[in-house]
């Protein structure tokens, strides 16, 4: 047994950890995650260049890695930065490319710039059909509907649209500025664009090949360990952060670390941290391997769970500080919380875990 | 053992009721209802449409103006008020420096300060914390030293709610450097145009700027605009302490809180289901609920034990511990309701008369925001650490 990461994924995590540390300290991070794009296309293109997207993926569609653990390290490290450079869109679009259709050369380069435009407005029971329609229309498609909370889907050169035709869910690509195209762009709570996609006769050639529920099956699973790891990261930096509060925060003549509530408090958070680094891993290494939801359910929940323990006890313990702007750690916790709010929160994979375990 | 109230306390809360429903101005209680910004002209018509009918002071002896009601009075016109979505009232002046002033200060200031307060003419501002003094407050350096009929005042305070409003700013400040930390504390009147003053807004995480730092630079305060007694500003600022705590368990403006949350959990859907039809939101609801029927009663114990002539001990720090946990449970499920439509955030749409176009269900964009404002009800007035540290001083004892 061996808990250690791969060589090449240490080194992997710590030129990612450098270059975000240089490249983009968390006020730099700030600056553009509240502003006009959400995301630094200088940041985009320097990780671009040390092939942080490859890691991503396997050497069938041109990577270098693509496992769960090369996913791990790549979020786990996006995640103690705070980076808000759209490597989940790259990833889940790329993933459910893979099933069928070979990944465009650009997702793998970390040079084109991809949305997963799946959720939609309104809500789903299981099995029914998406809102968003596809219609042969002469020699190709016609899409029309809208799409939900889509992840820097301004910036996007191409968005993967789902999408219901008579025979079933298919997926689409859509490019940047096609007719029929309207985004309704806006910031995010913990920093970033997102946008309200909405599609109005867009015009398609042909859907991409392969079993389009399978595609989205791969690309959410890939998403929820990224979004697991990415957690881990965060929540690891504001545990530390706090810790170090904790021995040079004074009052009562003493540093507020010495009182034994807040000690036992930070202890907690510790422990907790730890069991959900643990929950990554197991989802990291059942990735790809038949089971793989169930453990991915069981990242999703605690991280969901986790994360909202260790936001909360940072602030608390950092007390007014903790809840301003100018500290990182603020930030950290507005990630760690938004977190629960992607791709499914706790009770949703507490209830997926149930059902998957049920079935089993 | 009877729960009731009086008839003529259920006659009183009719007639709180019908008040509010003609008086309280559609346009703010949609406001409140809605987690959008109040802004200072909001604030000060509400404070003139209660001071028109004589009830914006509620615990003021009637010498000043206040209305003359008994406490269980005060707690339903307070329970009425939260629920009805009425915006608070700024404590600031009204249940802060007012109650110091009745008890420890000078007629002249009486006379002065309270028709102020009442009528809007000075909007007060509270000047306790300083970088290195919050939960340990009277560690506070900020100094004032005499010369000749005034004071020179240095330092800083922080985390001064809605200052950047304030005509004057209440005090405390250390007027002799050699005595213990509690005895050399005094309690200062500032006025807030004065030459040497600066604020500084601090914006928060949720990227609102309700509180400021206020620097002083050899501010000269007139030795009128002391309170009481040189050096005994630490009875003054303790007994200030247990006004600001009344009415901290917020019962009714949980309440409201609470029927908006069922509201809007009856509303959306998740897989098909609304999501009070979801057992695990529906768990988290109930636990919620039991525990805000629990707090309200427990509320009506102290109030009645108030009532009856008892002095608030560890059960003011109980309520503000309960109060604010379960306040801060409500904005965490009112948020997670929301799914993905708590991620965007656009400020603009927190603002009156936004006329862009609105995204996710009504009120999710004001979700997020809200939940990571009300972090600070387990920080503010004394964290719980420190009401839990009283509880047990009291029931420990050692």
Redesign the interface.
């Known amino acids: 047994m061996d808990f250690q990461h791969s060589e090449d994924r240490q080194m992997l995590a710590d030129t990612l950890r450098r270059y975000l540390a240089d490249a983009a300290p968390v006020d730099a991070r700030n600056r553009v995650a509240y502003g006009e794009t959400g995301y630094s296309p200088e940041v985009w293109a320097g990780l671009g260049e040390l092939g942080i997207a490859g890691a991503l993926f396997g050497e069938d569609v041109g990577g270098f890695g693509g496992s769960g653990f090369d996913i791990m390290v790549v979020f786990e490290e996006l995640g103690r930065a705070l980076a808000v450079e759209p490597f989940l869109g790259t990833l889940m679009v790329g993933r459910a490319l893979a099933i069928a259709d070979a990944v465009p050369e650009g997702i793998v380069a970390g040079t084109t710039i991809a949305a997963f435009a799946h959720?939609e407005?309104q809500?789903?029971?299981?099995g029914?059909a998406l809102a968003t329609r596809a219609v042969r229309d002469g020699d190709g498609w016609s899409l029309t509907g809208a799409k939900?909370?889509v992840a820097q889907a301004e910036a996007a050169d191409v968005l993967l649209v789902s999408a219901q035709t008579d025979a079933g869910m298919a997926l689409f690509l859509v490019s940047k500025g096609a007719e029929g195209l309207a985004i309704?762009g806006?910031?995010?709570?913990?920093g970033g664009r997102?946008g309200?996609v909405r599609l109005n006769g867009v015009r398609v050639a042909a859907p991409v090949g392969g079993d389009a529920e399978a595609a989205i099956a791969a690309a959410e699973a890939a998403g929820l360990l990224a979004l697991s790891a990415e957690a881990l990261g965060a929540m690891d930096v504001a545990k530390t952060a706090t810790i170090e509060y904790l021995q040079t925060r004074?009052?009562?003549g003493v540093p507020i670390g010495k009182?034994q509530?807040?000690q036992h408090r930070i202890a907690t958070v510790l422990l907790e941290v730890e069991q959900a680094r643990s929950a990554v891993i197991n989802a990291a290494d059942a990735f790809g391997k038949p089971g793989v939801e169930r453990a991915l359910a069981a990242a999703k929940y605690t991280v969901g769970a986790t994360g909202?323990l260790v936001a909360?006890e940072a602030?608390?313990l950092h007390?007014?500080i903790?809840?301003?702007?100018?500290l990182p750690l603020?930030?950290y916790?507005?990630r760690l919380?938004?977190i629960?709010?992607?791709l499914g929160?706790q009770?949703?994979h507490?209830?997926r875990y149930i059902a998957l375990g049920r079935a089993a | 053992m009877d729960l009731s109230f009086t008839p003529e306390e259920e006659a009183f809360r009719d007639e709180v009721r019908s008040f509010l429903k003609e008086k309280l101005p559609a346009r703010l209680s949609n406001k409140v209802a809605h987690g959008l910004s109040l802004t200072r002209d909001d604030m000060v018509e509400w404070h003139a449409i209660l001071n028109a009918r004589g009830w914006l002071a509620s615990h003021w002896p009637e010498q000043y103006g206040g209305p003359g009601w008994t406490v269980v009075q005060r707690s339903i016109f307070e329970d009425e008020m939260a629920r009805a979505n009425a915006p608070r009232i700024v404590p600031f002046g009204l249940s802060m420096l007012a109650p110091v002033l009745i008890k420890y200060g000078s007629e002249e200031q009486k006379q002065h300060y309270l028709p102020r307060i009442l009528d809007g003419t000075d909007w007060w501002c509270q000047g306790y914390s300083e970088p290195g003094a919050g939960s340990d407050l009277a560690s506070l350096k900020t100094s004032a030293v005499r010369d000749g009929d005034h004071y020179v005042v240095n330092g800083q305070k922080t985390w001064t709610t809605l200052g950047q409003f304030a005509d004057w700013i209440f005090c405390l400040v250390r007027t002799d450097p050699t005595a213990k930390a509690q005895e050399g504390i005094s309690f200062l009147l500032i006025d807030m145009k004065s030459q040497g003053i600066e604020v500084r807004p601090i914006v928060l995480l949720d990227g609102d700027a309700e509180v400021n730092e206020v620097f002083f630079t050899d501010v000269r305060v007139p030795v009128e605009n002391l309170v009481g007694q040189e050096n005994k500003g630490w009875t003054y600022a303790k007994y200030l302490l247990t006004y600001e705590r009344t009415n901290i368990a917020g019962v009714g403006s949980s309440a409201a809180a609470f029927d908006r949350l069922r509201s809007v959990a009856g509303k959306i859907t998740r897989g098909g289901k609304p999501l009070t039809d979801d057992p695990l939101f529906a768990a988290r609801m109930a636990r919620i609920e039991i525990d805000l029927a629990n707090m309200a009663t427990t509320n009506m114990r102290v109030v009645a034990a108030a009532a009856g002539g008892g002095a608030p001990g560890a059960e003011s720090s109980m309520l503000k511990i309960k109060g604010t946990e379960i306040r801060q449970a409500i904005t965490a499920l009112s948020r997670r309701a929301y799914g993905a439509y708590a991620i965007p955030f656009i400020p603009e749409a927190l603002e009156d008369g936004y006329n862009g176009e609105p995204v996710g269900p009504e009120d999710a964009g004001a979700a997020a925001p809200t939940y990571f404002n009300m972090r600070k009800l387990s920080i503010f007035g004394g964290s719980n650490e420190v009401q839990k540290n009283i509880i047990s001083k009291m029931i420990v004892g050692l």
């Open positions: 959720a407005p809500d789903r029971a299981p029914e939900a909370v309704h806006y910031n995010t709570v913990d997102a309200e004074k009052q009562f009182f509530a807040l909202q909360e602030i608390q007390g007014g903790g809840m301003t702007w100018e603020s930030h916790a507005k919380t938004m629960d709010h992607q929160d009770d949703e507490l209830q």
